[in-house]
């Protein structure tokens, strides 16, 4: 399906060069001088590499047709992760290296979607939030401004994040899986 450069978006996946590219980060630009364009990062989902690309607002992409399907997080051993599917109990493995950093916050029978294309999986999408215990964090400094100072702190998980001065050891947290950033207290 054919898109324009204008509607590219983080976390999609372009067919572009005869490779199939994940969009890391996007950026529009309006020059004063010239015509808009979109820079883009992506990442090749078969090569694992990387590229910075700049197409003209103008220019049209393919974007990759994907099949998306709900599947249950299993377990994971030394090289894969394990998931299940929840109407027709199949199961299937993913390699650490499709999965990357997203499987330090996999969690026993957590729903996961997996996208596929010609019936390999190529990605898996996290819920938006989900929610963790802090397993330790810095104590606080008296007078810093509550709205602007973050201190560092470390999930259950093994995840560095920031969190504000309030947070304590012990209490639980909702992170946005797409950020990485702190959202609310529970």
């Known amino acids: 399906m054919k898109i324009n450069a204008t509607e590219i978006r983080v976390g999609m996946i ?17 020059p004063g001088k010239g015509g808009a364009f979109a820079q883009v990062e992506m990442k090749s989902l078969i090569k694992n590499t990387k590229l910075n690309e700049r197409f003209r607002s103008s ?23 394990y998931f299940m599917n929840p109407n027709s109990f199949e199961q299937i493995n993913l390699s650490k290296n499709i999965v990357g950093d ?41 007078g810093q401004t509550v709205s602007s100072s973050y201190k560092p702190a470390i999930l259950n998980n093994g995840i560095n994040i920031q969190v504000p001065p309030f947070i304590e050891n012990g209490d639980t947290i909702v992170l946005d899986t797409r950020t990485m950033e702190y959202v609310k207290k529970i």
């Open 14 to 30: 372009l067919e572009y060069r005869d490779d199939l590219w994940e969009v890391l980060k996007t950026n529009h630009v309006k």
């Open 59 to 81: 220019e049209t992409v393919e974007k990759a047709s994907l099949e998306e399907e709900k599947y249950n997080f299993l377990y994971s051993d030394d090289n894969n992760y």
């Open 102 to 142: 997203k499987g330090k916050m996999l969690t026993e029978n957590l729903e996961v979607t997996i996208s596929f294309h010609n019936e390999n999986p190529l990605s898996i999408l996290l819920p938006n939030q989900l929610t963790f215990v802090i397993e330790s964090t810095d104590a606080a400094i008296k």
